[in-house]
């Protein structure tokens, strides 16, 4: 039934998913496509092409169901399953992600932190202890990770990634500044903070130009 | 002199930029594009292209000068420049960026970190105090600031964006979900957390059915 749907759509559906559950807090069951344009900066017909794509056909005069949309994009982006995650590096970023969001919420269900840092093994963070990074490898014998957080320097990640990799964790989500060309059947999302500041540098001298 | 740079260049040059700098740390003064393309995993002919944009040519049998061409990228990235930087929502995201890195060294100078939260007013974070957000405009009668970096959320945001840009500035990182068309003069780069996590599970759960 399902078909292939690109990239480019794929990276709007969490906006769409967003959007959705927030028209659903607020008890709103059905939208337009009209409305859900104005509301997120895409035209009314990107719109139902996106939507179209996983069959989820607007009514007219009636627009979409809210609920079934949520539903169906959750399914989609696979956040009806629920992922074992483990964040590596509990510096600023590491901690932050931490505490971010309720992941458990969203079916992210963080199995531990870890750290070199002896300053920061063994300290409590919201009721996660920080272990010790060579305890790593004999975690991941015992634990099953879907999902490794890299927030540690670049020089350290390249030695965590072979590790993580070897003992099957297959999602790496990365924020360290080292970027590789992940193995088959390992997906790797990249998060590059400074990247991103420096782009934004960027523009704004080539802004200042004009 | 300077031509028009493609935005798929621009977005790599951070990473050439890191690179030359941690060469430059260890004391390596040339670098051939082989050197580069292994350890950047791009391919030569790539780095060379990259580099021919701005007319940094290697030489045959010398390959690049590091610290020419790091100080080169620099400039092409108004690294060069200061910005004066501050950061609405003292959140998580918000207080790890203000740790995250030493940004100064890099031009980026906080001057301000602002919170509608009373609990968070007043607390000084790293030697900055958190300001009331209601006295933001009053801060940019007084205060250039190049940067807002937005890390609250979506539903605060719509309403600060209108604040800052108001006041003159043009530089916004949006790590808010909200996102807006700029108006001309005012550049954005916005980073989605929750949107790069839910792309990865979208991934891991396409591999999975492979």
């Known amino acids: ?12 559906l969490p906006r769409y998913y967003r959007y959705l559950g927030s028209l659903m807090d607020n008890g709103i069951t059905r939208i337009s496509s009209r409305d859900l344009s104005r509301r997120m900066g895409l035209t ?5 092409q996106d939507l179209n794509n996983f069959g989820a056909f607007g ?3 009636y627009g979409y169901n809210v609920e079934k949309l949520y539903y ?6 696979g956040l009806d399953k629920t992922y ?7 510096g600023n970023i590491g901690q932050a992600l931490l505490n971010y969001i309720n992941y458990q ?3 992210y269900n963080f199995v531990g932190v870890f750290d070199k840092n002896p300053k920061l093994i063994g300290l409590n963070i919201r009721g996660t202890v920080i272990r010790d990074i060579d305890t790593l490898e004999n975690f ?7 999902i490794a957080v890299l927030t540690l320097p670049g020089n350290d990640a390249e030695e ?4 993580i990799i070897d003992k099957g964790v297959r999602g790496i989500w990365n924020f360290s500044h080292m970027t590789i060309k992940t193995p088959p059947g390992v997906v790797m999302e990249n998060v590059h903070l400074t990247d991103s500041l420096m782009t934004l540098s960027y523009k704004l001298k080539e802004e200042s130009k004009e």
């Open 44 to 48: 009314a017909s990107q719109i139902r």
């Open 140 to 146: 991941l014998d015992n634990t099953k990770v879907d």
């Open 59 to 61: 009514q007219q005069g």
């Open 72 to 77: 169906e994009i959750r399914k989609i982006l």
């Open 84 to 90: 074992n995650m483990i964040i590596i590096g509990a």
């Open 105 to 107: 919420r969203r079916g």
């Open 160 to 163: 965590v990634i072979k590790i």
């Open 1 to 12: 039934m399902e078909k292939e749907i690109s990239t480019a759509v794929i990276r709007r």
